[in-house]
Nanobody, 127 residues
Framework: QVQLVESGGGSVQAGGSLSLSCAAS????????MGWFRRAPGQEREVVAV????????YYQDSAKGRFTISRDNAKNTVYLQMNSLKPEDTAVYYC????????????????????WGQGTQVTVSS
C-alpha cells in the first residue's frame, strides 16, 4: 500500500522559511512525478510545484517562483519543498502527491494526474 507522509509544516512569521518533506513508502515503482499542492481556506486545491523523477524538470506556480524550491532524493523516495520569504497568502494545507506514470492528456500540473496523496500538513504564515 502506497503511503505518502508529509512533515515540516508549522507556523512562521511573514518573511520566514519552512521546509516540507514527503516520504513515500510501499512503492513498487519509481514515481513518474511528485508534486506539492495546497488548499487555502475557502479555496480549491492548487498546484505549487512539481518535479519529474527522472531528469531535472520542475514546474512552479507563478506565486512560488523565486521563493520555493522543490527537490527530491530518489534513493529515499522523498520529495522536499523549501519555502522562503513566506507570505500570509501562503497559508494553507500542503499536500504531497505522486503518480506512477503519465496520464494521456493530463498535465502533471493537474490534480487529476496524481493517484496517491498524503494527508496534508498545515502551514500558517502570520503578518
Amino acid at each position: 500500500q502506497v503511503q505518502l507522509v508529509e512533515s515540516g509544516g508549522g507556523s512562521v512569521q511573514a518573511g520566514g522559511s519552512l521546509s516540507l518533506s514527503c516520504a513515500a513508502s510501499g512503492l513498487t515503482f519509481s514515481p513518474y512525478a511528485m508534486g506539492w499542492f495546497r488548499r487555502a481556506p475557502g479555496q480549491e486545491r492548487e498546484v505549487v510545484a512539481v518535479i519529474m523523477w527522472r531528469g531535472s524538470v520542475t514546474y512552479y506556480q507563478d506565486s512560488a517562483k523565486g521563493r520555493f524550491t522543490i527537490s527530491r532524493d530518489n534513493a529515499k523516495n522523498t520529495v522536499y519543498l523549501q519555502m522562503n520569504s513566506l507570505k500570509p497568502e501562503d497559508t494553507a494545507v500542503y499536500y504531497c502527491a505522486a503518480t506512477p506514470g503519465a496520464t494521456p492528456g493530463v498535465s502533471v500540473r493537474s490534480i487529476g494526474a496524481y493517484a496517491y496523496w498524503g494527508q496534508g500538513t498545515q502551514v500558517t504564515v502570520s503578518s
